[in-house]
């Protein structure tokens, strides 16, 4: 079965979305010592506008985080896990799309 160029380049896109989430969200707790949460936005102030940025990126891994912990600890149903799941990937989708947009224009391609 041959994947498609479209295909193969939405499938790149996603992966790196994600993979991107995740490097932004360890670089983040590295720095700060706090993991990256929607938590951050409560606290409100200087600090909260400055994470918005990052939020649009690292969102995706949050949901995911907090997806997996629900499921492991609360035992949410199936069908939560798997909307969650499916907005975290449609995130991660959008922002793979800038991330690698921007990648071609810093390359010069």
Do not use: K, Y
């Not at 360890?26 to 994470?51: K, P, Q, V, Y």
């Not at 939560?80 to 995130?91: D, E, N, P, S």
């Amino acid at each position: 079965m041959a994947l498609s160029p479209a295909a193969l380049e939405n499938l790149q896109t996603l992966v790196l979305g994600l993979a991107f989430a995740g490097l932004l969200a360890s670089a983040f707790e590295l720095l700060t010592a706090r993991r990256a949460s929607f938590g951050l936005l409560r606290d409100g102030g200087l600090a909260a506008f400055a994470f918005v940025p990052v939020l649009a990126f690292v969102a995706p891994f949050i949901i995911l985080r907090n997806t997996v912990r629900g499921r492991r600890i609360e035992g949410r149903p199936i069908p939560f896990v798997m909307l969650a799941t499916m907005i975290a990937c449609g995130w991660s989708l959008v922002s793979g799309r800038v991330v690698l947009d921007l990648a071609h224009m810093v390359a010069g391609a």
